[in-house]
């Protein structure tokens, strides 16, 4: 079920978005590890396509595929721009900047090695990012987000794990799983963001979210603020081992970052 009351209200049109795949392009084009900021006559012109800007900058767009043929090739782009967008509009505004070639990244995630090590393991099916509070998991999560969709050509969800603490209590009874729960189990990929931000209700959905996708085996990344002793402690050691079954654990803070 596709249902946008809970999702968060679609960027402005006319900028390049981080999302836009061409960005992404662009930040492959570079491909020497450092997100550039574009120089003046690199950015955008007022009123220029994106599609021109894109050319004028970097040229043409690989194909995905050298056995594809025009058709294909449109229709593997659409698909990527539908998946990009649907992306976008669970993403909060104030998360909307955060991609692998916006410049901000690097200032708001200032874990030395952690943008480095989040490329290398951003296409993976589990993924943790442990840490303190501001130290930029949610930021770098996004990022990791636009680029696993981009090469995935598939769907994911940001999901604000704040929301599911009465997400239950506030739905009625008889009819399901609120909407908010049900994309969190059924996305093909669903970023959980800040699990443990939530209310300790007696109806959080998140230990049923986290065992009917372990079930399933899809894809799931997190974020959170505690400890995994503190993880234990709240939600139970079946949920957590399932949270960490295979899981790229990547630790933002003092020091570098550290990859487990
Ligand atoms: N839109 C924005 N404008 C200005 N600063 C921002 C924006 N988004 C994030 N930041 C800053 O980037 C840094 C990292 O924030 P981020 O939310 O990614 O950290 P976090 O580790 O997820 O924090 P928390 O544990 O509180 O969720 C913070 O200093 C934050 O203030
Ligand atoms: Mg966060």
Redesign the pocket.
Known sequence: MTDDRNRYPRPDRGEPTPEDPKREGADRAHNDGTPKRLSAPHAPREGEPIPDWFRRVFGEMPAPTSDMDAADHAQFRERRHEALRSLARSIPP?????SFVAP?LA???ATPGAIAHARRICLSPRVC?M???????????VAMLRRWVSEHVRPAEFIAVHRLGFARIQHAAGHGEPEIVERAMRAPLALL??VG?ERDTGTNPVPDIVFERHAAQRPTWV?T?LTREQLVARYGTGTVSRLFDQTKVLR?GSGEASEL
């Open positions: 104030v998360y909307r900047w955060a901000e200032e708001r995630v990012l840490g303190a509070s501001r130290v930029g998991k949610t930021s770098l999560a963001d800040d931000s974020t603020g933002l």
